[in-house]
Nanobody, 119 residues
Framework: QVQLVESGGGLVQAGGSLRLSCAASGRTFSMYTMGWFRQAPGKEREFVAHIRWTGGNAVYATSVEGRFTISRDNAKNTVYLQMNSLKPTDTAVYYC????????????WGQGTQVTVSS
């Protein structure tokens, strides 16, 4: 299993920046991707970005491309999401995700961190 702990959410004005962190522990050697999803009130959870754990390009949702940057520190088993030029529409609970090889690919989730962008 993999355990994920997020940090870094908060309240920011439109145009501001925040950085989210997600630290993984457990079966991290089997991780395929780490990434972020978000869920706004009354909406379904949606993909934000992910990155291959052993190398490769990052993938972004079109709504955040050019504003958000995902990065990883393999030595710390941590993935980051740098969010710039934040908009009120970015307000959501952000969830860290790890996709792990366990025979098939299995998703693990963090507890979520609130990001609120005021106008």
């Amino acid at each position: 299993q993999v355990q994920l702990v997020e940090s870094g959410g908060g309240l920011v004005q439109a145009g501001g920046s925040l950085r989210l962190s997600c630290a993984a522990s457990g079966r991290t050697f089997s991780m395929y991707t780490m990434g972020w999803f978000r869920q706004a009130p009354g909406k379904e959870r949606e993909f934000v970005a992910h990155i291959r754990w052993t190398g490769g390009n990052a993938v972004y949702a079109t709504s955040v491309e050019g504003r958000f940057t995902i990065s990883r520190d393999n030595a710390k088993n941590t993935v980051y999401l740098q969010m710039n030029s934040l908009k009120p529409t970015d307000t959501a609970v952000y969830y860290c995700n790890a996709r792990v090889h366990l025979g098939s690919l299995v998703d693990y989730w963090g507890q979520g961190t609130q990001v609120t962008v005021s106008s």
